[in-house]
Protein backbone atom coordinates (compact mmCIF):
# COMPACT_ATOMS: atom_id res chain seq x y z
CA UNK A 1 0.00 0.00 0.00
CA UNK A 2 2.50 2.28 1.07
CA UNK A 3 4.81 1.27 -2.18
CA UNK A 4 1.33 1.99 -4.48
CA UNK A 5 0.93 5.37 -2.67
CA UNK A 6 4.57 6.21 -3.16
CA UNK A 7 4.56 5.76 -6.66
CA UNK A 8 1.22 7.56 -7.15
CA UNK A 9 2.96 10.51 -5.33
CA UNK A 10 5.94 10.46 -7.74
CA UNK A 11 3.36 10.32 -10.74
CA UNK A 12 1.76 13.30 -9.34
CA UNK A 13 4.53 15.19 -8.96
CA UNK A 14 5.35 14.19 -12.39
CA UNK A 15 2.33 15.70 -13.69
CA UNK A 16 2.70 18.65 -12.23
CA UNK A 17 6.18 18.82 -13.23
CA UNK A 18 7.48 21.18 -16.37
CA UNK A 19 10.92 20.40 -15.97
CA UNK A 20 11.14 17.41 -18.83
CA UNK A 21 14.28 15.89 -17.26
CA UNK A 22 12.83 15.75 -13.87
CA UNK A 23 9.66 14.15 -15.59
CA UNK A 24 12.02 11.50 -17.42
CA UNK A 25 13.84 10.99 -14.08
CA UNK A 26 11.05 9.76 -12.12
CA UNK A 27 9.30 8.06 -14.74
CA UNK A 28 12.21 6.02 -15.04
CA UNK A 29 12.19 5.87 -10.96
CA UNK A 30 8.57 4.81 -11.14
CA UNK A 31 9.36 1.91 -13.83
CA UNK A 32 12.15 0.87 -11.97
CA UNK A 33 10.16 0.01 -9.06
CA UNK A 34 7.49 -1.31 -10.73
CA UNK A 35 9.60 -3.62 -12.51
CA UNK A 36 11.47 -4.65 -9.04
CA UNK A 37 7.97 -6.21 -7.63
CA UNK A 38 7.42 -7.54 -11.15
CA UNK A 39 11.02 -9.74 -10.60
CA UNK A 40 10.31 -10.57 -7.03
CA UNK A 41 10.15 -14.30 -7.21
CA UNK A 42 6.84 -15.30 -5.56
CA UNK A 43 6.39 -18.94 -5.84
CA UNK A 44 9.35 -20.45 -6.32
CA UNK A 45 8.19 -23.60 -8.84
CA UNK A 46 8.23 -26.67 -6.99
CA UNK A 47 7.31 -29.93 -8.24
CA UNK A 48 4.39 -30.60 -6.45
CA UNK A 49 3.60 -28.60 -3.30
CA UNK A 50 1.94 -30.14 0.02
CA UNK A 51 -2.08 -29.59 -0.03
CA UNK A 52 -1.12 -28.38 3.93
CA UNK A 53 1.36 -26.32 2.60
CA UNK A 54 0.73 -23.13 4.70
CA UNK A 55 -0.05 -20.08 2.91
CA UNK A 56 2.28 -17.40 2.08
CA UNK A 57 1.69 -14.96 5.20
CA UNK A 58 1.25 -17.98 7.68
CA UNK A 59 5.06 -19.10 7.45
CA UNK A 60 5.97 -21.16 10.92
CA UNK A 61 8.55 -19.79 13.02
CA UNK A 62 11.68 -21.37 12.68
CA UNK A 63 12.84 -23.50 15.66
CA UNK A 64 14.68 -26.28 13.69
CA UNK A 65 18.47 -24.76 14.11
CA UNK A 66 19.59 -28.58 14.32
CA UNK A 67 18.45 -29.37 10.98
CA UNK A 68 20.19 -26.69 9.32
CA UNK A 69 20.43 -22.76 9.89
CA UNK A 70 19.14 -19.63 8.16
CA UNK A 71 21.99 -17.96 5.81
CA UNK A 72 23.12 -15.00 7.43
CA UNK A 73 22.99 -12.14 5.02
CA UNK A 74 26.95 -10.96 5.67
CA UNK A 75 27.66 -14.73 4.29
CA UNK A 76 25.16 -14.60 1.31
CA UNK A 77 26.79 -10.67 0.62
CA UNK A 78 30.48 -12.42 0.23
CA UNK A 79 29.22 -15.45 -1.87
CA UNK A 80 27.07 -13.32 -4.28
CA UNK A 81 30.25 -11.95 -6.46
CA UNK A 82 31.27 -16.18 -6.83
CA UNK A 83 28.03 -17.31 -8.27
CA UNK A 84 27.37 -14.26 -10.44
CA UNK A 85 30.59 -12.63 -11.74
CA UNK A 86 33.58 -14.79 -10.40
CA UNK A 87 32.91 -17.75 -11.86
CA UNK A 88 36.17 -19.91 -12.22
CA UNK A 89 37.58 -22.97 -11.42
CA UNK A 90 39.97 -22.50 -8.81
CA UNK A 91 41.86 -25.43 -9.94
CA UNK A 92 42.51 -23.45 -13.32
CA UNK A 93 46.13 -22.50 -13.34
CA UNK A 94 46.15 -20.69 -16.66
CA UNK A 95 43.66 -17.50 -15.94
CA UNK A 96 42.66 -14.78 -14.14
CA UNK A 97 39.32 -16.22 -13.26
CA UNK A 98 40.78 -19.59 -12.11
CA UNK A 99 43.66 -17.51 -9.85
CA UNK A 100 40.69 -15.34 -7.96
CA UNK A 101 38.67 -17.99 -7.50
CA UNK A 102 41.56 -20.07 -6.08
CA UNK A 103 42.34 -17.23 -4.00
CA UNK A 104 39.20 -16.77 -2.97
CA UNK A 105 39.08 -20.60 -1.26
CA UNK A 106 42.55 -20.05 0.31
CA UNK A 107 41.53 -17.59 1.96
CA UNK A 108 38.31 -19.44 3.01
CA UNK A 109 40.36 -22.47 4.07
CA UNK A 110 42.73 -19.73 6.27
CA UNK A 111 39.18 -18.40 7.97
CA UNK A 112 38.41 -21.73 9.00
CA UNK A 113 41.73 -22.85 10.22
CA UNK A 114 41.80 -19.50 11.99
CA UNK A 115 38.63 -20.81 14.10
CA UNK A 116 39.34 -23.76 14.80
CA UNK A 117 42.75 -22.82 15.32
CA UNK A 118 44.84 -25.02 13.02
CA UNK A 119 47.03 -24.71 9.69
CA UNK A 120 45.46 -23.73 6.38
CA UNK A 121 46.94 -26.84 5.00
CA UNK A 122 45.19 -29.17 7.40
CA UNK A 123 41.80 -28.49 6.39
CA UNK A 124 40.38 -30.15 3.15
CA UNK A 125 36.76 -28.78 1.72
CA UNK A 126 34.14 -31.71 1.28
CA UNK A 127 30.47 -32.14 0.35
CA UNK A 128 29.24 -32.18 3.85
CA UNK A 129 29.13 -34.25 7.26
CA UNK A 130 28.53 -37.41 5.57
CA UNK A 131 31.16 -37.15 3.02
CA UNK A 132 33.75 -35.66 5.95
CA UNK A 133 32.95 -38.45 8.56
CA UNK A 134 33.42 -41.01 5.41
CA UNK A 135 36.78 -39.57 4.95
CA UNK A 136 37.49 -39.82 8.38
CA UNK A 137 36.79 -42.58 9.37
CA UNK A 138 36.98 -45.23 6.53
CA UNK A 139 39.78 -43.08 5.00
CA UNK A 140 42.05 -43.44 8.16
CA UNK A 141 41.34 -47.18 9.14
CA UNK A 142 42.02 -48.54 5.60
CA UNK A 143 45.44 -46.36 5.60
CA UNK A 144 46.63 -48.13 8.79
CA UNK A 145 44.49 -51.31 8.21
CA UNK A 146 48.32 -53.43 8.45
CA UNK A 147 48.83 -52.22 11.60
CA UNK A 148 45.79 -50.85 13.42
CA UNK A 149 42.28 -52.97 13.16
CA UNK A 150 40.32 -51.78 15.82
CA UNK A 151 37.44 -49.02 15.71
CA UNK A 152 36.10 -47.73 18.65
CA UNK A 153 33.06 -45.08 19.04
CA UNK A 154 30.29 -44.33 20.78
CA UNK A 155 26.55 -45.15 20.34
CA UNK A 156 25.45 -42.10 19.98
CA UNK A 157 27.28 -40.96 17.38
CA UNK A 158 25.73 -39.68 13.90
CA UNK A 159 24.44 -41.94 11.35
CA UNK A 160 27.16 -41.66 9.03
CA UNK A 161 30.12 -42.41 11.77
CA UNK A 162 27.77 -45.58 12.80
CA UNK A 163 27.46 -47.06 9.05
CA UNK A 164 30.86 -46.37 7.96
CA UNK A 165 32.27 -48.77 10.82
CA UNK A 166 29.62 -50.89 9.96
CA UNK A 167 31.28 -50.95 6.73
CA UNK A 168 34.57 -51.33 8.00
CA UNK A 169 33.11 -54.17 10.22
CA UNK A 170 32.30 -56.46 6.66
CA UNK A 171 35.77 -55.14 5.86
CA UNK A 172 37.29 -57.30 8.64
CA UNK A 173 37.90 -54.55 11.39
CA UNK A 174 36.76 -54.86 15.29
CA UNK A 175 34.43 -52.34 16.22
CA UNK A 176 33.53 -51.43 19.79
CA UNK A 177 30.26 -48.90 20.18
CA UNK A 178 30.93 -47.57 23.73
CA UNK A 179 28.07 -47.04 26.06
CA UNK A 180 27.02 -43.76 27.27
CA UNK A 181 25.92 -42.59 30.20
CA UNK A 182 22.38 -41.15 30.42
CA UNK A 183 23.51 -37.11 30.29
CA UNK A 184 25.40 -38.49 27.01
CA UNK A 185 28.87 -38.65 27.87
CA UNK A 186 31.12 -41.87 27.79
CA UNK A 187 32.03 -43.21 31.28
CA UNK A 188 35.68 -43.03 31.00
CA UNK A 189 36.15 -45.81 33.79
CA UNK A 190 33.80 -48.17 32.77
CA UNK A 191 35.00 -47.60 28.97
CA UNK A 192 38.32 -48.54 30.14
CA UNK A 193 37.70 -51.04 32.18
CA UNK A 194 35.38 -52.68 28.85
CA UNK A 195 38.74 -52.40 26.65
CA UNK A 196 41.21 -53.64 29.18
CA UNK A 197 38.48 -57.06 29.10
CA UNK A 198 38.29 -57.09 25.58
CA UNK A 199 41.64 -56.55 24.53
CA UNK A 200 42.45 -59.51 27.59
CA UNK A 201 40.17 -61.42 25.58
CA UNK A 202 42.03 -61.08 22.64
CA UNK A 203 45.34 -61.39 24.43
CA UNK A 204 46.81 -58.27 22.65
CA UNK A 205 47.82 -56.13 25.82
CA UNK A 206 50.88 -56.74 26.30
CA UNK A 207 52.73 -53.84 26.36
CA UNK A 208 51.35 -51.40 28.83
CA UNK A 209 52.73 -48.46 27.40
CA UNK A 210 50.19 -48.91 24.75
CA UNK A 211 47.07 -48.18 27.37
CA UNK A 212 44.68 -45.53 26.63
CA UNK A 213 45.71 -41.93 27.41
CA UNK A 214 43.17 -40.13 29.38
CA UNK A 215 40.05 -40.21 27.52
CA UNK A 216 38.19 -36.56 28.54
CA UNK A 217 34.60 -36.44 27.83
CA UNK A 218 33.66 -33.64 26.10
CA UNK A 219 31.88 -29.86 25.85
CA UNK A 220 29.23 -30.81 23.89
CA UNK A 221 25.57 -32.54 23.71
CA UNK A 222 26.50 -36.27 23.37
CA UNK A 223 29.92 -37.08 22.18
CA UNK A 224 33.23 -38.19 23.20
CA UNK A 225 36.30 -36.75 22.50
CA UNK A 226 39.18 -39.36 23.07
CA UNK A 227 42.85 -38.23 23.17
CA UNK A 228 44.92 -41.34 22.02
CA UNK A 229 47.54 -41.91 19.58
CA UNK A 230 48.97 -45.50 20.97
CA UNK A 231 46.44 -47.56 21.52
CA UNK A 232 44.47 -49.16 18.69
CA UNK A 233 42.24 -46.37 18.31
CA UNK A 234 41.98 -45.93 14.45
CA UNK A 235 39.91 -42.71 14.84
CA UNK A 236 42.20 -41.00 17.16
CA UNK A 237 40.36 -37.86 18.00
CA UNK A 238 37.41 -37.78 15.49
CA UNK A 239 35.19 -34.91 16.69
CA UNK A 240 31.90 -34.28 15.35
CA UNK A 241 31.57 -30.38 15.82
CA UNK A 242 28.39 -30.07 13.66
CA UNK A 243 25.98 -28.40 16.28
CA UNK A 244 28.41 -26.39 18.43
CA UNK A 245 30.72 -25.10 15.92
CA UNK A 246 30.69 -21.55 16.36
CA UNK A 247 31.26 -22.38 19.58
CA UNK A 248 34.57 -24.13 20.47
CA UNK A 249 37.72 -22.86 20.57
CA UNK A 250 41.26 -24.48 19.69
CA UNK A 251 40.70 -27.94 19.60
CA UNK A 252 43.63 -30.56 19.40
CA UNK A 253 42.18 -33.38 17.49
CA UNK A 254 43.50 -35.72 15.19
CA UNK A 255 40.61 -35.44 12.49
CA UNK A 256 37.57 -33.00 13.30
CA UNK A 257 34.73 -32.29 10.81
CA UNK A 258 32.91 -29.18 10.84
CA UNK A 259 29.72 -28.42 8.64
CA UNK A 260 28.54 -25.25 7.98
CA UNK A 261 24.98 -25.46 7.19
CA UNK A 262 24.71 -25.10 10.99
CA UNK A 263 26.70 -22.21 11.49
CA UNK A 264 24.13 -20.13 9.13
CA UNK A 265 26.81 -20.30 6.06
CA UNK A 266 25.87 -22.40 3.03
CA UNK A 267 25.77 -26.24 2.97
CA UNK A 268 29.60 -27.38 2.11
CA UNK A 269 31.49 -29.75 4.75
CA UNK A 270 35.26 -29.23 5.80
CA UNK A 271 37.39 -31.87 7.06
CA UNK A 272 40.43 -31.02 9.73
CA UNK A 273 43.39 -33.38 9.00
CA UNK A 274 46.48 -33.01 11.62
CA UNK A 275 49.37 -32.81 9.91
CA UNK A 276 51.84 -33.52 12.92
CA UNK A 277 51.64 -35.98 13.88
CA UNK A 278 50.56 -36.88 10.68
CA UNK A 279 47.12 -38.36 10.66
CA UNK A 280 47.10 -40.03 7.01
CA UNK A 281 43.67 -41.31 4.88
CA UNK A 282 43.31 -43.32 2.42
CA UNK A 283 41.39 -41.26 -0.60
CA UNK A 284 37.52 -42.72 -0.91
CA UNK A 285 36.98 -40.75 -4.17
CA UNK A 286 39.44 -41.49 -7.28
CA UNK A 287 40.18 -38.40 -9.38
CA UNK A 288 41.75 -35.32 -10.33
CA UNK A 289 43.88 -35.29 -7.09
CA UNK A 290 42.56 -31.88 -5.76
CA UNK A 291 42.57 -31.01 -2.07
CA UNK A 292 46.04 -32.78 -1.83
CA UNK A 293 44.63 -35.63 -3.17
CA UNK A 294 42.23 -36.83 -0.52
CA UNK A 295 38.97 -35.65 -2.03
CA UNK A 296 39.05 -35.51 -5.45
CA UNK A 297 36.73 -33.29 -7.15
CA UNK A 298 35.95 -29.19 -8.42
CA UNK A 299 35.85 -27.38 -4.82
CA UNK A 300 32.59 -25.41 -5.32
CA UNK A 301 33.97 -22.03 -5.25
CA UNK A 302 30.97 -20.03 -3.80
CA UNK A 303 30.05 -22.42 -0.79
CA UNK A 304 33.91 -22.64 0.24
CA UNK A 305 33.42 -18.72 0.15
CA UNK A 306 30.19 -18.86 2.18
CA UNK A 307 31.66 -21.53 4.84
CA UNK A 308 35.11 -19.50 5.36
CA UNK A 309 32.95 -16.01 5.88
CA UNK A 310 30.51 -18.05 8.27
CA UNK A 311 33.79 -19.09 9.74
CA UNK A 312 34.78 -15.30 10.55
CA UNK A 313 31.36 -14.14 11.44
CA UNK A 314 31.21 -17.19 14.06
CA UNK A 315 34.43 -15.92 15.35
CA UNK A 316 33.60 -12.10 15.79
CA UNK A 317 30.35 -13.45 16.92
CA UNK A 318 30.80 -15.97 19.61
CA UNK A 319 30.80 -14.34 22.83
CA UNK A 320 27.64 -12.30 21.53
CA UNK A 321 26.19 -15.15 20.22
CA UNK A 322 27.07 -17.37 22.47
CA UNK A 323 25.71 -14.87 25.75
CA UNK A 324 22.49 -14.75 23.96
CA UNK A 325 21.84 -18.41 22.93
CA UNK A 326 22.56 -19.17 26.63
CA UNK A 327 19.77 -16.54 27.58
CA UNK A 328 17.40 -16.97 25.24
CA UNK A 329 18.02 -21.16 26.08
CA UNK A 330 16.97 -20.63 29.76
CA UNK A 331 14.34 -18.14 28.86
CA UNK A 332 12.28 -21.41 26.92
CA UNK A 333 13.30 -23.94 29.63
CA UNK A 334 11.86 -21.77 32.75
CA UNK A 335 8.77 -21.18 30.77
CA UNK A 336 8.05 -23.99 30.09
CA UNK A 337 9.23 -26.15 33.11
CA UNK A 338 7.87 -23.47 35.49
CA UNK A 339 3.94 -24.03 34.00
CA UNK A 340 3.69 -27.81 33.07
CA UNK A 341 5.40 -30.44 35.29
CA UNK A 342 7.47 -33.85 33.82
CA UNK A 343 9.00 -32.19 31.31
CA UNK A 344 12.48 -33.80 31.20
CA UNK A 345 15.41 -32.45 29.43
CA UNK A 346 17.97 -34.75 27.34
CA UNK A 347 21.48 -34.05 27.69
CA UNK A 348 23.78 -33.02 30.67
CA UNK A 349 22.34 -29.68 31.92
CA UNK A 350 26.08 -28.62 32.39
CA UNK A 351 27.71 -30.31 29.43
CA UNK A 352 25.65 -29.44 26.85
CA UNK A 353 25.23 -26.60 23.70
CA UNK A 354 22.74 -24.17 25.05
CA UNK A 355 21.03 -24.05 21.07
CA UNK A 356 19.85 -27.18 21.08
CA UNK A 357 17.41 -28.24 23.69
CA UNK A 358 15.98 -31.64 23.47
CA UNK A 359 12.78 -32.01 26.05
CA UNK A 360 10.58 -34.74 26.93
CA UNK A 361 7.08 -34.27 27.76
CA UNK A 362 5.75 -37.39 29.52
CA UNK A 363 2.37 -38.68 28.94
CA UNK A 364 2.55 -36.75 25.66
CA UNK A 365 2.53 -38.51 21.80
CA UNK A 366 5.58 -36.40 20.19
CA UNK A 367 4.17 -36.99 17.05
CA UNK A 368 0.64 -35.39 18.01
CA UNK A 369 2.49 -33.03 19.97
CA UNK A 370 4.61 -31.61 16.68
CA UNK A 371 1.34 -31.98 15.01
CA UNK A 372 -0.19 -29.51 17.69
CA UNK A 373 2.68 -26.71 17.30
CA UNK A 374 1.96 -26.67 13.23
CA UNK A 375 2.99 -22.93 13.66
CA UNK A 376 6.21 -23.81 14.61
CA UNK A 377 8.86 -25.45 12.50
CA UNK A 378 10.42 -28.32 15.04
CA UNK A 379 11.47 -31.87 14.87
CA UNK A 380 11.68 -34.58 17.22
CA UNK A 381 14.96 -35.63 16.06
CA UNK A 382 17.57 -35.71 13.27
CA UNK A 383 16.52 -34.65 9.69
CA UNK A 384 17.67 -37.94 8.64
CA UNK A 385 15.39 -39.71 10.64
CA UNK A 386 12.88 -37.61 10.71
CA UNK A 387 10.37 -39.70 8.36
CA UNK A 388 10.18 -42.37 10.28
CA UNK A 389 7.95 -42.68 13.93
CA UNK A 390 10.66 -44.37 15.73
CA UNK A 391 12.44 -42.74 18.28
CA UNK A 392 15.80 -41.56 18.31
CA UNK A 393 18.46 -44.33 18.87
CA UNK A 394 20.53 -41.73 20.36
CA UNK A 395 18.10 -41.15 23.33
CA UNK A 396 17.99 -44.77 23.30
CA UNK A 397 21.23 -44.97 24.16
CA UNK A 398 21.47 -42.55 27.12
CA UNK A 399 18.90 -44.85 28.74
CA UNK A 400 16.12 -42.75 27.70
CA UNK A 401 12.28 -44.64 28.62
CA UNK A 402 10.79 -46.05 25.65
CA UNK A 403 7.52 -43.55 26.66
CA UNK A 404 10.03 -40.63 26.89
CA UNK A 405 11.80 -41.08 23.97
CA UNK A 406 8.42 -41.14 22.28
CA UNK A 407 7.46 -37.63 23.36
CA UNK A 408 10.59 -36.02 22.77
CA UNK A 409 10.92 -32.27 20.67
CA UNK A 410 13.82 -30.93 19.68
CA UNK A 411 13.66 -27.08 19.95
CA UNK A 412 16.39 -24.93 18.46
CA UNK A 413 17.97 -22.00 18.84
CA UNK A 414 20.10 -19.55 16.68
CA UNK A 415 21.60 -16.37 16.06
CA UNK A 416 18.26 -14.90 14.44
CA UNK A 417 15.97 -16.29 17.10
CA UNK A 418 14.23 -13.59 18.83
CA UNK A 419 12.47 -13.08 22.31
CA UNK A 420 9.39 -12.73 20.81
CA UNK A 421 9.76 -16.32 18.75
CA UNK A 422 10.87 -18.33 22.28
CA UNK A 423 7.47 -16.67 24.15
CA UNK A 424 4.73 -17.68 21.66
CA UNK A 425 6.90 -21.35 21.03
CA UNK A 426 6.72 -21.55 25.16
CA UNK A 427 3.49 -20.25 25.22
CA UNK A 428 1.78 -22.57 22.42
CA UNK A 429 3.96 -25.71 23.71
CA UNK A 430 2.53 -25.58 27.31
CA UNK A 431 -0.83 -24.87 25.87
CA UNK A 432 -0.83 -27.81 24.26
CA UNK A 433 0.68 -30.09 26.14
CA UNK A 434 -1.96 -29.11 28.92
CA UNK A 435 -4.50 -29.86 26.24
CA UNK A 436 -3.10 -33.32 24.98
CA UNK A 437 -2.57 -34.18 28.77
CA UNK A 438 -6.43 -33.72 29.71
CA UNK A 439 -7.30 -36.07 26.67
CA UNK A 440 -5.07 -38.69 28.22
CA UNK A 441 -6.26 -41.84 30.06
CA UNK A 442 -2.98 -42.22 31.18
CA UNK A 443 -2.21 -38.41 32.66
CA UNK A 444 -5.59 -38.92 34.43
CA UNK A 445 -4.21 -42.52 36.02
CA UNK A 446 -1.06 -40.94 37.17
CA UNK A 447 -3.13 -38.09 38.89
CA UNK A 448 -5.23 -40.53 40.45
CA UNK A 449 -1.89 -41.92 41.60
CA UNK A 450 -1.55 -44.88 39.98
CA UNK A 451 1.51 -46.11 38.80
CA UNK A 452 2.22 -46.63 35.36
CA UNK A 453 4.98 -48.90 35.34
CA UNK A 454 3.57 -51.31 38.05
CA UNK A 455 0.18 -52.05 35.58
CA UNK A 456 0.54 -54.98 33.64
CA UNK A 457 -1.18 -54.90 30.36
CA UNK A 458 -3.60 -57.64 29.29
CA UNK A 459 -2.63 -58.58 25.50
CA UNK A 460 -5.62 -59.51 23.32
CA UNK B 1 31.79 16.33 11.95
CA UNK B 2 33.09 15.12 14.84
CA UNK B 3 33.53 11.59 15.41
CA UNK B 4 30.92 11.81 17.90
CA UNK B 5 28.39 13.07 15.63
CA UNK B 6 29.51 11.16 12.06
CA UNK B 7 28.96 8.05 14.23
CA UNK B 8 25.35 8.95 15.36
CA UNK B 9 24.37 9.96 11.77
CA UNK B 10 26.16 6.44 10.39
CA UNK B 11 24.28 4.79 13.40
CA UNK B 12 21.12 6.11 12.37
CA UNK B 13 21.76 5.21 8.35
CA UNK B 14 22.30 1.51 9.26
CA UNK B 15 19.44 1.42 11.75
CA UNK B 16 17.09 2.63 9.30
CA UNK B 17 18.58 0.52 6.41
CA UNK B 18 18.35 -2.43 8.79
CA UNK B 19 14.51 -1.70 9.79
CA UNK B 20 14.13 -2.43 5.36
CA UNK B 21 14.26 -6.14 5.88
CA UNK B 22 12.02 -7.82 4.74
CA UNK B 23 12.61 -11.00 6.91
CA UNK B 24 11.43 -10.54 10.58
CA UNK B 25 14.24 -12.78 11.68
CA UNK B 26 16.85 -10.55 10.11
CA UNK B 27 15.50 -7.15 10.54
CA UNK B 28 15.58 -7.91 14.57
CA UNK B 29 18.92 -9.19 14.99
CA UNK B 30 20.43 -6.39 12.23
CA UNK B 31 18.89 -3.36 14.37
CA UNK B 32 19.63 -5.43 17.64
CA UNK B 33 23.14 -6.12 16.68
CA UNK B 34 23.76 -2.59 15.55
CA UNK B 35 22.31 -0.97 18.32
CA UNK B 36 24.38 -3.45 20.84
CA UNK B 37 27.66 -2.92 18.69
CA UNK B 38 27.80 0.84 19.00
CA UNK B 39 26.47 1.33 22.13
CA UNK B 40 29.48 -0.99 23.13
CA UNK B 41 32.02 1.06 21.46
CA UNK B 42 30.39 4.36 23.11
CA UNK B 43 33.82 5.35 24.44
CA UNK B 44 36.22 4.11 22.11
CA UNK B 45 38.73 7.15 21.97
CA UNK B 46 41.35 5.39 20.36
CA UNK B 47 41.96 6.77 16.70
CA UNK B 48 43.36 3.29 14.59
CA UNK B 49 40.34 2.00 16.52
CA UNK B 50 38.14 4.50 15.68
CA UNK B 51 39.32 4.38 11.63
CA UNK B 52 38.67 0.43 11.99
CA UNK B 53 35.39 0.59 13.63
CA UNK B 54 34.14 3.26 11.12
CA UNK B 55 35.21 1.02 8.23
CA UNK B 56 33.76 -1.93 9.73
CA UNK B 57 30.29 0.29 10.20
CA UNK B 58 30.26 0.73 6.47
CA UNK B 59 31.01 -2.26 4.73
CA UNK B 60 28.07 -3.90 7.12
CA UNK B 61 25.97 -0.60 6.05
CA UNK B 62 26.38 -1.55 2.58
CA UNK B 63 25.77 -5.12 2.96
CA UNK B 64 22.95 -4.39 4.59
CA UNK B 65 21.53 -2.12 1.47
CA UNK B 66 22.54 -4.81 -0.41
CA UNK B 67 20.82 -7.51 1.12
CA UNK B 68 17.72 -5.66 1.86
CA UNK B 69 17.39 -5.58 -1.91
CA UNK B 70 18.47 -9.08 -2.41
CA UNK B 71 15.49 -10.52 0.65
CA UNK B 72 12.79 -7.80 -1.20
CA UNK B 73 13.42 -10.40 -4.25
CA UNK B 74 13.76 -13.53 -2.79
CA UNK B 75 10.83 -12.82 -0.46
CA UNK B 76 10.14 -16.49 2.02
CA UNK B 77 6.57 -14.58 3.13
CA UNK B 78 5.92 -13.61 6.42
CA UNK B 79 5.03 -15.23 9.86
CA UNK B 80 2.16 -16.68 11.25
CA UNK B 81 3.11 -14.47 14.87
CA UNK B 82 0.87 -11.37 15.27
CA UNK B 83 3.59 -9.27 16.24
CA UNK B 84 5.44 -9.74 13.09
CA UNK B 85 2.60 -7.96 10.96
CA UNK B 86 2.79 -5.18 13.56
CA UNK B 87 6.63 -4.73 13.43
CA UNK B 88 6.78 -4.77 9.68
CA UNK B 89 3.91 -1.81 9.39
CA UNK B 90 5.16 -0.25 12.31
CA UNK B 91 8.95 0.28 11.95
Known amino acids: ?460 | MGSRSKALALYKQILQESKKFTSYNYRNYAIRKTRDEFRQNKEVTDPQKLKDLFKKAKDNLEIVQRQVLVGQMYDGGRLVFNLEHFVYRYW
Open chain 1, 1 to 460: MARLFRNFRFVLQVVNSTNQSTKRYLQANVTDNAQKVAVAVKHPDTFETRKDMPPEDMRPLYMDTQSTTPLDPRVLDAMLPYFVGSYGNPHSRTHAYGWESEAAVEKARKQIADLIGADPREVIFTSGATESNNIAVKGTARFYKSKKNHVITTQTEHKCVLDSCRALEAEGFRVTYLPVQPNGIVDLKVSLELLIYLYNQMELLTNKSKLLLPVQPMNNDLKLRATNRFFYWIIPYLNDAQNQFGHIINMKDDLLYIVDKNDFGQRVGALYIRRRPRVRVEALQSGGGQERGMRSGTVPTPLCVGMGSACAVAMEEMEYDHKRTVELSNRLLHKVQDAIPQVIRNGDPDMTYPGCINLSFAYVEGESLLMALKDIALSSGSACTSASLEPSYVLRAVGADDDLAHSSIRFGIGRFTTEEEIDYTADLTVKHVTRLREMSPLWEMVQEGIDIKQIKWSQH
